[in-house]
């Protein structure tokens, strides 16, 4: 029986099939209690939450399940701690946005006291909230929070771009091991090479982690129906996870314009970009992308880039002008369908069932 492998079971779920963590609010609790109440494991993108955030987050996730899910959270990278920017640097770097920002109405940007939350402080809220599962992109926390969570029977899972990444993961004594290939939508995970040397494929990096680690692999990147789910399987992972298929889940918060364009011809053209966050991330090709590109090595890295993109991309989302808004999605979209987060999960299940059937007459 398909359903039933060591991470169904570990983490109590029906379905080894996981909606993908996605940061910055698209993981509504809406979404993530619907996905676990269908059986599958909603997942919360939390990273740009305050402590208070997360533990309120979780407590309305609660209130809608009784199920298992997961809390996702990014690994601060040394190097942003170092990005000390100056006034100056600051001053010009939001400069190089200035046009967008008039063309859109938006204010100009104040540095901040800190770009990001506190690692450490989100870390004390997620001991506190004791979900099923902790997973972590970006990098590994120190052996003493993985220490932690396993005292507090808290799963961990960390997310691999390639396969140096997944054995670090593994002797960090993390339980599963995400093998993201470069389909995937959103942000690329990398943090032993940089991104754009760590992209490999789904197909290739799932067999290949596999046989290297010997905690379960879940399969990300480019699985949208019941044929990647098989495929998945086919390679030797325990679990498929899905992102930009949830994406467009009425109980996600993108924008309306957002899902309208995963819905059409545009989905085909996707494009691997920093212009919207310093960090290399798959998203569907627009103005802002293509007029980034000519300038790309002039990007400001991760966190300042996203800190002064984000009011343009939140205001361009308010009044509908796709063209500036970060269009995250991955290479499967012309596959998704609009449905609800229940309806997904069975349908996903449904053509599963289909898919090993037919392969078993042939
Ligand atoms: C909008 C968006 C935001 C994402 N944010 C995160 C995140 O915060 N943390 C994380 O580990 N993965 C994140 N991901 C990756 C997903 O959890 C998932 O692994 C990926 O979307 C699977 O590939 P697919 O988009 O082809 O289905 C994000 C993906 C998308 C599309």
């Not at 995937?184 to 046989?211: I, K, M, N, R, W």
């Not at 205001?315 to 609009?338: C, D, N, T, V, Y």
Request: glycine share 8%; charged share 20%.
């Amino acid at each position: 029986v398909w359903t039933d492998t060591e991470i169904s079971r570990r983490l109590g779920i029906r379905y080894p099939i996981i909606q993908g963590p996605m940061g910055g609010g698209y993981t509504t609790p809406q979404l993530v209690a619907a996905v676990s109440n269908a059986g599958g494991l909603g997942s919360l993108g939390a990273y740009t939450f305050s402590p208070e955030q997360l533990v309120e987050t979780c407590a309305k996730i609660r209130s809608m399940t009784s199920l298992p899910f997961s809390v996702n959270l990014w690994v601060p990278q040394p190097e942003e701690e170092r990005l000390a920017f100056s006034d100056a640097d600051f001053l010009s770097a939001a400069k190089r946005l200035a046009a967008y920002r008039k063309e859109l109405g938006v204010a100009d940007p104040i540095r901040p006291e800190r770009y990001t939350q506190s690692f450490a402080a989100q870390i004390e809220a997620l001991y506190e909230i004791a979900p099923r599962a902790f997973s972590f992109t970006f990098g590994i926390p120190p052996s003493q929070v993985l220490r932690e969570c396993h005292k507090r029977n808290i799963l961990t899972i960390g997310v691999a771009t390639t396969v140096d990444e997944a054995v670090a993961i593994e002797a960090a004594g993390a339980d599963f091991v995400v093998a993201a290939g470069s389909e995937a939508g959103g942000h690329h995970g990398s943090f032993l090479a940089a991104a754009e040397e760590s992209l490999v494929g789904t197909l290739a990096l799932v067999p290949l982690v596999v046989d290297r680690v010997k905690i379960p692999v879940i399969a990300a990147g480019g699985i949208a129906d019941g044929r990647g789910i098989t495929a998945a399987l086919a390679l030797g992972a325990q679990a498929a996870q899905l992102g930009t298929a949830f994406l467009v889940c009425p109980e996600s918060s993108a924008s309306p314009s957002h899902r309208a364009e995963l819905l059409s011809q545009h989905a085909y053209h996707t494009t691997l970009t920093r212009a919207f966050s310093g960090r290399l991330a798959r998203a569907i090709e627009n103005r802002f992308v293509k007029e980034s590109k000519a300038s790309e090595g002039a990007i400001t890295p991760y966190p300042v880039q996203n800190w002064l993109t984000q009011p343009i991309r939140q205001a361009a989302g308010k009044a509908s002008r796709p063209e500036f808004q970060s269009l995250w999605s991955g290479q499967a979209a012309p596959l998704i369908r609009e449905r609800t987060a229940a309806n997904l999960v069975e349908s996903l299940v449904a053509e599963t069932d289909r898919v090993l059937a037919q392969l078993a007459r042939t």
